[in-house]
């Protein structure tokens, strides 16, 4: 694959891929408001009309969730963008537990990097994680006029101790840190005080109560989900304003076995957002 520069010092073109529509991949760098540079991949179609995809927790740009959901809205003709958040993938920054705020920041220099320009942002999709990184940024800025969470969590002081351990906060306390580690005693990441309490302080209620009314959401989760729990999905649905709800039958927390499935919904409601503005 031979890299050649294109006319912008932040974006080299990558690939050309000969398909209908012609699809023109570019690598993308925008700096956050930190001075990271974040690393992203946009796959345009020409279409104005641009849809950004953000990772989940430990994941990046090139989870096939992200890969295969900018692939099907490609095909239908819709632009996308999927990035790393600081820390992750190929982005500038150290990884840290937590970082709800700071992502939703990430997202905002995405998004400002691409205002004002010939695309026009339609809906920015986050999954695991990063739906409440979209869920946070709708609610701190109303620039968007829709959003899809992709089985995020609704509860963030849930989940914490399923996954570490109900002696958690003593190690933490004691030592100042957690460090997790793989099967083989390998450290994954660590976890500090300031993180935790980062997450924990992290209101998703309070936020979804401050989602305008005419932004529309759409929550998708599966049914078997064993990661986050299909019900913080319901609890969603209750309180954002503007909001729909679909849940995957029979679809993990990766919709392992039902990415054509995720892709048809995220499809639809896409489409039927852009009928509605155009």
């Not at 010939?118 to 109303?142: D, E, F, P, W």
């Not at 101790?161 to 906060?169: H, L, P, S, T």
């Not at 190690?171 to 993180?195: A, N």
């Amino acid at each position: 694959m031979t890299l050649q520069s294109s006319s912008s010092p932040n974006t080299e073109i990558i690939q050309q891929q000969q398909q209908h529509p012609v699809v023109e991949l570019e690598r993308v760098i925008v700096e956050n408001k930190y001075g990271e540079k974040l690393v992203g991949v946009l796959h345009d179609t020409g279409s104005p009309e641009l849809v950004i995809l953000c990772h989940g927790f430990r994941s990046s740009k090139d989870n096939n969730t992200m890969k295969n959901l900018a692939a099907s809205l490609t095909k239908e003709g819709i632009t996308a963008f999927r990035f790393d958040f600081a820390g992750n993938g190929e982005s500038e920054g150290s990884f840290q537990y937590g970082n709800y705020v700071r992502e939703a920041d990430d997202l905002r220099s995405v998004v400002e990097y691409f205002s004002g320009g010939k695309h026009a942002l339609i809906t920015i999709l986050g999954h695991s994680k990063g739906g409440n990184v979209v869920l946070l940024y709708a609610s701190r800025y109303h620039d968007v006029p829709t959003v899809i969470n992709v089985s995020g969590r609704y509860n963030l002081k849930k989940g914490i101790e399923e996954r570490f351990g109900k002696d958690f906060m003593l190690s933490l306390k004691r030592d100042g840190f957690l460090d997790v580690t793989s099967k083989k005693g390998e450290v994954q990441y660590r976890i500090t005080e300031e993180s935790l309490m980062e997450r924990l302080g992290t209101d998703m209620h309070a936020a979804c109560l401050s989602i305008e009314k005419s932004c529309r959401v759409f929550t998708i989760h599966g049914s078997l989900d064993e990661v986050i729990p299909v019900e913080d999905a319901f609890e969603f649905a209750k309180i954002v304003p503007n909001h729909k709800l679909q849940i995957v039958e029979g679809a993990d927390h990766r919709y392992s076995t039902h990415q054509p499935e995720l892709a048809e919904v995220v499809l639809n409601f896409v489409k039927g957002s852009l009928q509605q503005f155009n």
